[in-house]
């Protein structure tokens, strides 16, 4: 059975740093591109970051380049979003996904962590 | 970027109704099209993937279709376990959601 388990959430100041993990089971980790998807309260889903299988790619949405970092330990099947300059935007809920397919859609994911990012 | 819009963004229905939800893209995404359930616990699934294949494991009731800009989402008989929040998701970078469309029981 495929799990991905997100932790490291938590309360932040703005500005503050914070890095998420996501620890995978139940499939082969280094076959698959892997992603971040965030949700903040009462809004839609929104795709954050992805890595590709090797971690030799990674991909990120306007709002968060040069603040978010996407990374992966393919020995220790796990995928990490260090997280800086956090802004009261980046509240949310932040859920671990794979991001498999041509074009690629997120098939697996894990039940989410909260980022709360306030004074 | 590809904007998604969802349509209703809320609706109730009774045990047995066939439902259909409706997604439309500002540009033709060419069936890069997905689908997904959230639940109240949090949990998300993939249910369609390329506007019509079903993930495995989904249940069959569940199918997809359109072209284009514009697709939908359609249980055949609603079940009580279907009670959730459905998005829709285009397939080019950077890859964008609809707002979300939350199905009630009536």
């Not at chain 1, 499939?27 to 892997?34: A, E, L, V």
């Not at chain 2, 998300?44 to 993930?55: A, D, E, F, N, P």
């Not at chain 2, 959730?84 to 890859?95: R, S």
Request: proline letters at 4%; charged letters at 20%.
């Amino acid at each position: 059975e495929v799990q991905l388990v997100e932790s490291g959430g938590g309360l932040v100041q703005p500005g503050r740093s914070l890095k998420l993990s996501c620890a995978a089971s139940g499939f082969t980790f280094s076959d698959y591109n892997m992603a971040w998807v965030r949700q903040a309260p009462k809004k839609g889903l929104e795709w954050v970051a992805t890595i590709s299988y090797d971690g030799s790619s990674t991909y990120y949405r306007d709002s968060v380049k040069g603040r978010f970092t996407i990374s992966r330990d393919n020995a220790k099947s796990t995928l990490y979003l260090q997280m800086d300059s956090l802004r009261s935007e980046d509240t949310a809920t932040y859920y671990c996904a794979s991001h498999t397919g041509i074009p690629p859609y997120f098939d697996y994911w894990g039940q989410g962590v909260m980022v709360t990012v306030s004074s | 970027d590809i904007k998604m819009t969802q349509s209703p963004s809320s609706l109730s229905a009774s045990l047995g109704e066939r439902v259909t939800i409706s997604c439309r893209a500002s540009e033709n995404i060419n069936n890069y099209l997905s689908w997904y359930q959230k639940k109240e616990d949090g949990s998300v699934k993939l249910l369609i993937y390329h506007t019509s294949r079903l993930q495995p494991g989904a249940p069959s009731r569940f199918s997809g279709s359109g072209s284009g800009k514009d697709y939908s989402l359609t249980i055949s008989g609603l079940e009580s376990e279907d009670i959730a929040t459905y998005y829709c998701q285009q397939g080019y970078t950077p890859w964008t959601f609809g707002g979300g469309t939350k199905l009630e029981l009536k």
